[in-house]
């Protein structure tokens, strides 16, 4: 009987999503502006509640915003790799508040091209779920599935604890399902971005400056 030859999979046209861990907890000053924030007023949101101020860190939570902005620089350097220096600033930022039971319906980031999660109280099982937006051409045929995997789901999620960063295309769907076992609420400060510089190329008669 012959050898059964060997076969690879590869994945391709991947989906990034960046996550990293703040090595601090909050510190004193930055509680007191969480406090703030929320004094300053929170809006209904679907399913939960969203601040008054979107626009977080141009004067508060400097050292959060900080962090965040060299992570980006990470992700744009290591993911996107774009071969002229473009400049990606965040645009606005906001606190959502998800009080137990709440949820955060699915939804995705118009007018921007990187977003991000930061998150500042969060319990046991907490998480991000995102969908995967080819998810209807995919379902033309549908197959049951004995077990799920990277390349059959039709969504993901990413556990999530405090001080966790999560960055990814503002183009991916994303919510946040009800926690049954959350006792208090849950915050995370959301931000997305935009770039400035040089985009395309004059040979290609694609060029478009940015600043």
């Given at each position: 009987m012959p050898p059964t030859p060997?076969?690879?999979?590869?994945?391709?046209?991947?989906?990034?999503?960046?996550?990293?861990?703040?090595d601090s907890n909050l510190t004193p000053k930055e509680e007191t502006e969480i406090r703030k924030i929320v004094k300053e007023g929170m809006y209904k949101n679907t399913g939960n509640s969203t601040s008054n101020?979107?626009?977080?860190?141009?004067?508060?939570?400097?050292?959060?915003?900080?962090?965040?902005?060299?992570?980006?620089?990470?992700y744009?350097?290591?993911?996107?790799?774009?071969?002229?220096?473009?400049?990606?600033?965040?645009t606005q930022s906001w606190l959502n508040i998800n009080k137990?039971?709440?949820?955060?319906?699915?939804?995705?980031?118009?007018?921007?091209i990187i977003s991000g999660v930061f998150y500042i109280s969060t319990e046991e099982d907490d998480k991000i779920t995102f969908g995967d937006p080819n998810t209807k051409l995919k379902e033309m045929i549908q197959l049951e599935q004995n077990e799920y995997n990277v390349w059959n789901s039709a969504t993901w999620f990413f556990p999530v604890n405090n001080s966790k960063l999560i960055?990814?295309?503002?183009?991916?769907?994303?919510?946040?399902?009800t926690n049954g076992k959350a006792t208090?609420?849950?915050?995370?400060?959301?931000?997305?971005?935009?770039?400035?510089g040089p985009l395309?190329?004059?040979?290609?008669?694609?060029?478009?400056?940015?600043?």
């Open positions: 060997t076969h690879n999979i590869s994945s391709i046209f991947p989906c990034p999503v960046y996550t990293v861990n703040r101020n979107s626009y977080i860190f141009n004067d508060k939570l400097k050292n959060i915003k900080q962090f965040c902005e060299q992570q980006l620089k990470i744009v350097r290591e993911v996107i790799n774009p071969k002229k220096e473009l400049d990606f600033y965040i137990p039971g709440e949820s955060h319906h699915e939804h995705f980031h118009p007018n921007s960055l990814f295309p503002s183009w991916l769907d994303h919510k946040v399902d208090t609420n849950r915050i995370s400060l959301s931000f997305n971005t935009f770039v400035r395309g190329s004059r040979a290609r008669i694609n060029e478009l400056i940015l600043r």
